[in-house]
């Protein structure tokens, strides 16, 4: 099993920044890729940003060149930079793990983000 615990949501002003936090821990040697998901209200769940353990990497064309993902592998933790929000961006964020291209078997709590205009 892996477990995934967020962090770093809250509320910011538009054009405002933020830092998602994921740490990892458990089987991790189980999992090659992990992701951003976000759900906001009335709106299904969506891809936001991937990256594997080779460094590859997958965004959603919402934030492409605005939310860069990465990982720190000696801290077992996974970022989302999220820069340049606005409102649309407003939504409950998941961290996920599992296999490059498959459903993800892993899944953290969430963390709300909330972007006010």
């Known amino acids: 099993q892996v477990q995934l615990v967020e962090s770093g949501g809250g509320l910011v002003q538009a054009g405002g920044s933020l830092r998602l936090s994921c740490a990892a821990s458990g089987s991790i040697f189980s999992i090659d890729a992990m992701g951003w998901y976000r759900q906001a209200p009335g709106k299904e769940r969506e891809l936001v940003a991937a990256?594997?353990?080779?460094?590859?990497?997958s965004y959603a064309d919402s934030v492409k060149g605005r939310f860069p993902i990465s990982g720190d592998n000696a801290k077992n933790t996974l970022y989302l930079q999220m820069t340049s929000l606005n409102p649309e961006d407003t939504a409950m964020y998941y961290c996920?793990?599992?296999?490059?291209?498959?459903?993800?078997?892993?899944w953290g709590q969430g963390t709300q983000v909330t972007v006010s205009s």
């Open positions: 996920a793990g599992g296999v490059w291209g498959y459903e993800y078997d892993y």
């Open positions: 990256i594997s353990r080779g460094g590859r990497t």
